[in-house]
């Protein structure tokens, strides 16, 4: 009975905390969105680190060469020691655009990430006072740069938003799609209320003086992964700028493979920036995985007959109903397609914090070729 008496308790606990959670996160949506200024135009740089990106890159090219900002602004493509003709189509992009550079980063990275060490080349040869991140299998709006600049009032040092993947044919991509919409609302939830969660570097932004004033990422170099989050973290530990979520402009991202074997080994990356959490953020890290152990350990129970689903069912239905209203306003009030697929993104999710997330924080993945 002491089993079922602690199965209880962290369902109970947990479970408060995660809604709570959730709602604070959908507070956060509801706010109005801050200030905007189209009136000045700072000069832009927009670095894109492509690693054997032959069959995406020309497409995030033309549609950054389809941008409609009106100031100084330029592409700086980092070949991240690419294998195959990455290299070949920067070159021919750079001879027939004159926005276009590309460089190529040291075959021997810098920090841990190499991401991290093609980006910081590229930083360094970027001369705009804004830099702007995307990735070669994204597809930004015709307007991204122009509302993602107006997004830097002066007391603003960078500026994050959303990077919708979109559905591909498979069960698995459409349900990628579904968490993927969960992760951008943890975002923009979490920015609005003042205490940012998470971002994304395929729509991300920051002046090139924020960068060099906390040193780059020189004090997160050790770690894998995490150009976007920890150096996010870093800036918000400085804080001396607002950092502000733009939800005017989504960037569109490609599908992503098809193979659960890939998706395993991506999602435990991205866990593996979960980490390294203060005050709050840590108690609410905690509560949501007690959570989710719990959902486990009493779905574990009822298969082997020695709990019920008494407490199990109004906490788990509870949380379905929230969830599904945070994904519901992240959508501006549309279910979209996602609807289908949702209970089996619920079910699903739990083995990916039980076990994922802490697998991710141990360092049991593979960084991408």
Not at 29 to 42: A, H, I, Q
Not at 184 to 212: H, I, M
Request: aromatic share 10%; charged share 20%; glycine share 10%.
């Amino acid at each position: 009975m002491l089993f079922v008496e602690l199965i209880q308790g962290l369902v109970v606990i947990g479970g408060v905390v995660y809604i709570a959670s959730i709602a604070w996160l959908l507070r956060g949506l509801y706010r109005p969105v801050g200030k905007r200024s189209e009136t000045t135009s700072p000069s832009l740089t927009v670095l894109v680190a492509a690693r054997n990106e032959e069959a995406v890159l020309e497409g995030c090219l033309e549609a950054l060469k389809k941008q409609d900002y009106d100031g100084e602004w330029e592409v700086v493509l980092v070949d991240d020691r690419s294998e195959d003709n990455t290299a070949v189509i920067g070159s021919e992009w750079m001879n027939k655009w004159d926005r276009m550079r590309t460089v190529r980063a040291p075959d021997k990275p810098t920090f841990a990430c190499p991401k991290k060490s093609a980006l910081a080349v590229g930083i360094a040869l970027a001369k705009g006072e804004i830099l702007l991140f995307t990735d070669a299998d994204c597809r930004p709006p015709s307007d991204w740069v122009r509302r993602t600049a107006a997004c830097f009032m002066p007391d603003v040092g960078l500026v994050a938003g959303h990077a919708h993947t979109l559905e591909g044919p498979s069960l698995i991509q459409k349900i990628l799609s579904v968490e993927n919409s969960a992760v951008g609302a943890l975002g923009a939830g979490s920015f609005a209320q003042g205490r940012p969660l998470s971002c994304t570097g395929r729509n991300l932004a920051y002046r090139k003086s924020v960068y060099e004033s906390v040193g780059g990422f020189t004090s997160i170099g050790h770690m894998m992964g995490g150009d976007d989050v920890y150096f996010m973290r870093l800036v918000a530990k400085a804080g001396l700028w607002k950092m502000v979520w733009n939800p005017e402009v989504v960037v569109e991202s490609l599908p992503v493979s098809p193979c659960w074997r890939a998706v395993v080994q991506q999602k435990m990356r991205h866990a593996a920036k979960g980490g390294h959490y203060q005050g709050p953020a840590l108690f609410l890290v905690g509560g949501v995985y007690a959570f989710h152990l719990g959902l486990a350990a009493a779905l574990c129970g009822v298969g082997l007959g020695v709990s019920d689903l008494n407490v199990l069912w109004p906490i788990w239905s509870l949380r379905w109903a929230v969830d599904a209203l945070l994904l519901y306003r992240m959508g501006k009030g549309s279910f979209g397609s996602w609807l289908p697929f949702f209970p089996l993104v619920e079910v699903l999710y739990i083995p990916y914090v039980v076990v994922l997330a802490p697998a991710g924080r141990l360092g049991l993945f593979h960084w991408k070729d």
